[in-house]
Every structure is written in structure tokens, then in C-alpha cells.
């Protein structure tokens, strides 16, 4: 079966720190760029990094920068995204997601990923 899995959501207090997984089964996210999404409640859908896989050049939002960090580890075929000094506005579910036409950096959404999807995790800040 072709997909994604996200894992490491839960509830962490502001200035936290939680590190999501996402592992791919079916496929090899080798030759893939990869992204995290989220969407909070009553928000769209927003990109929160990119990870390239040609160099692993990396991307990220503006109110990510400094306190989020995507890699990768082929030989596990995981992506992480390491999240440090959590803020309430971080309270999301988050994605992972990918596809063979997907590039990094995360731009409009008519270029954002089609085929793979996680089913998402949610992530929680909260004193």
C-alpha cells in the first residue's frame, strides 16, 4: 500500500519542542521533494517547509523560520520536521506530502502536491 504516515504530535507547552515523523511505505522518497503542511482550525491549509531531494536544501514559512527544521533520512525513508519554541499559533494538524511533479519551494496552491498525503497529526500548544 502506497503512503504516508506522519507521527509526534500531542499537547506541549508554549516554548516546547516536538519532532514529527514521516515515513513512506509502497514508495522510496529518495527522488522526492517533500512538505509539511498545516491547517488550524477555522484556517486554510498553509506550507510550512520543503526539503529538496536533490541537495536537501531546505525551506521554510516565514513564521517558522529559526524554530523549525525539516530533514531527512533516506535509509529510514522518513522526513522530520524538528519544531523548537512552539507558540499557541502553532496549534495545527500537520501533513506531510509529496508527489513525482512536486518542487520545493512551496509556492500557489495549484503547484502543491497531489498524489501522497498523510492523514495528518495534530499538534497542540497549550499551557
Known amino acids: 500500500q502506497v503512503q504516508l504516515v506522519e507521527s509526534g504530535g500531542g499537547l506541549v507547552q508554549p516554548g516546547g519542542s516536538l519532532r514529527l515523523s514521516c515515513t513512506a511505505s509502497?514508495?522510496?522518497?529518495?527522488?522526492?521533494?517533500i512538505a509539511w503542511f498545516r491547517q488550524a482550525p477555522g484556517k486554510e491549509r498553509e506550507g510550512v517547509s520543503c526539503?529538496?531531494?536533490?541537495?536537501?536544501?531546505?525551506y521554510y514559512a516565514d513564521s517558522v523560520k529559526g524554530r523549525f527544521t525539516i530533514s531527512r533520512d533516506n535509509a529510514k525513508n522518513t522526513v522530520y520536521l524538528q519544531m523548537n519554541s512552539l507558540k499557541s499559533e502553532d496549534t495545527a494538524v500537520y501533513y506531510c506530502?509529496?508527489?513525482?511533479?512536486?518542487?520545493?519551494?512551496?509556492?500557489?496552491?495549484?503547484?502543491?502536491?497531489?498524489?501522497?498525503w498523510g492523514q495528518g497529526t495534530q499538534v497542540t500548544v497549550s499551557s
Open positions: 506530502a509529496t508527489d513525482y511533479e512536486f518542487h520545493c519551494p512551496i509556492r500557489e496552491v495549484g503547484s502543491w502536491p497531489q498524489d501522497y
Open positions: 509502497g514508495f522510496i522518497l529518495d527522488y522526492l521533494n
Open positions: 526539503i529538496s531531494s536533490r541537495d536537501s536544501s531546505t
